[in-house]
């Protein structure tokens, strides 16, 4: 297993591109099913999470360009097994497309994962809310219907996977489909236009009332040749300028849209960051050491949870108290023991951290656990005097497409080797 020998502290300058987004590629990536055609794809992100569902779509019959091109012309599997699911939660997306077009599918139960049980069942009372007989038998989620048929949905929670897994069941479903308490985030925004370029006509993304006006898969004409574009990562984004603030360096991040990360932008201004706004593009000014705060993590357009480790980290060097409770996954802290053997001052009480800001870190060896606190150790090690030494970084390889290279060319002292 691969490591990063990060030396610091580090000045950071220049420009950063962000790639397309990890959490906006995979629904994108399972709604392809939906469609018997070869679609293309402008930016699909070169992350191991990305080439490993193109790898679930071969498994089902799709033809697979690596990270260019899905054709589900040929796709005549309706399961997806085990041993693939439980590697990505996010495999379970395959269910609504795979219900949808071809009126049943076997799935596995996804694992829980580092940060939470996190389970499935606002999905599975969605499908059968159109309709679905699911029955849960030896792990894998059994779904069949003749044909699906449109209903009204009210999600208890605004669960992101559940929105695009019952608006991708419900494009072949008979009649219209309401969902309310939908998630709103922008790859929920990215999933429908993407839907949009085959004809399909859905109202209200990025809002929590979505329609979706179902079509017979019987009469569907192939599109127009498709190359699609994906939004940019806003959690890379935040990643980086969190990284320019930590570092009190001047740097542009681009190719992403600033209004996707508002709330974050929002605190950062908050704690005393100086950041100038553009079209596709946050640039970050030295800004000296920030003050503490306060957050709660939270559905969009609030706090993302996503964003948490990061924050912390920055928390973590910043001017006296901060507070953050972590209200979307019941446990999202597991950066917090690693950071603390770098020498930061965190406690945590139940479902909140409080952090004391510190001004000399030490190196350490630490380890990844899951994708963001791995984030959260890379921005520590940045600006601590001394070689850091981190674990297990195949986590980051999942959501940070060439993050060392990236670093690397913002002038960062980092070395990917061999553990
Ligand atoms: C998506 O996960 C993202 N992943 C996560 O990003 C992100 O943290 C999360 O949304 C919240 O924004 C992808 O988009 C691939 P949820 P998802 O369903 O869809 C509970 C990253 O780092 N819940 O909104 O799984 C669930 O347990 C990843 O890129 C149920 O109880 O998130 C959690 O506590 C991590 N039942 C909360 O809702 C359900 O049926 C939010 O989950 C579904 C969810």
Known sequence: MDKLIIKGPTKL????????????????????LLFPEKIEFKNLPG????????????SLGAGIEDLKSVDCTSVNKTYADYDLVRKMRA??????????????????????????????????????????????????????ADRLKGAKIDLDFPSVGATENLMMAAVWAEGETLISNAAREPEIEDLANFLKEFGCDIQGAGTSRITIKGRDFKSYKPAKEIKYSIIGDRIEAATYIIAGLMTDSHI?????????????IDVLIKMGAKLETH???????????????????????????????????LMGISNGLSFVRENIFENRFMHVPELVRMGMDIELEASAA?????????????MCTDLRASAALILAALVTAGESEINRIYHLDRGYENLCGKLKDLGANIERVKA
């Open 47 to 58: 992350l191991s999470d990305i080439k490993f569902f193109m790898q679930i779509l071969e």
């Open 252 to 264: 542009k991040v681009t190719h992403f849209h600033p209004e996707h990360i508002k709330a974050v």
């Open 354 to 366: 409080i952090i004391e800001g510190q001004t000399n870190l030490s190196p350490a060896p630490v």
């Open 279 to 313: 079209d596709n593009a946050i640039e970050v000014f030295p800004s000296g050491k920030l003050n503490g705060t306060k957050i709660d993590t939270a559905p969009f357009p609030g706090f993302p949870t996503d964003v948490q480790a990061q924050l912390m980290a």
């Open 13 to 32: 300058k220049g420009e950063v591109a962000i790639s397309a987004s990890k959490n906006a590629t995979l629904p994108i990536l399972a709604a392809t």
């Open 91 to 144: 495999s379970i997306l395959v269910l609504g497309p795979l219900l949808s077009r071809f009126g049943e599918a076997v799935v596995s139960l996804p694992g829980g994962c580092a940060i939470g049980s996190r389970p499935v069942d606002i999905h599975l009372t969605g499908m059968e809310a159109l309709g679905a007989e699911i029955i849960l038998e030896k792990g894998y989620v059994k779904a069949k």
